[in-house]
Nanobody, 123 residues
Framework: QVQLVESGGGLVQAGDSLRLTCAAS????????MGWFRQAPEKEREFVAA???????DYVDSVKGRFTISRDKAKNEVYLQMKSLKPEDTAVYYC?????????????????WGQGTQVTVSS
């Protein structure tokens, strides 16, 4: 049974930091690209960050310089370190495992998804 489980979300004030963790089980994702997406109320699920199997990263412009995606292949985990959080970062954050080991910004290219963790940033 393949599972991705996110944790680390919560309610914080603008300017605060959070680190999200995605713990994978059931198979190794060390050769997969891993991504973080988010979905705010009344909005489509959008790309946030991705990390290729090589370690190369990609970020949406709105989080570049504030968020850092990383992974620990030995632990089968991926992380999203979020700094200088803004109210517009409020969303449910999902981790995903990609079909393409080099990553993608399209949610259609990811075949494994977690259930999400809520991040709420107050002003």
């Amino acid at each position: 049974q393949v599972q991705l489980v996110e944790s680390g979300g919560g309610l914080v004030q603008a300017g605060d930091s959070l680190r999200l963790t995605c713990a994978a089980s059931g198979r190794s994702f060390n050769t997969y690209a891993m991504g973080w997406f988010r979905q705010a109320p009344e909005k489509e699920r959008e790309f946030v960050a991705a990390i290729a199997w090589t370690g190369v990263t990609d970020y949406v412009d709105s989080v570049k310089g504030r968020f850092t995606i990383s992974r620990d292949k030995a632990k089968n985990e991926v992380y999203l370190q979020m700094k200088s959080l803004k109210p517009e970062d409020t969303a449910v954050y999902y981790c995903a495992g990609g079909r393409d080991p080099y990553g993608s910004r399209s949610r259609d290219e990811y075949n494994y998804w977690g259930q999400g963790t809520q991040v709420t940033v107050s002003s």
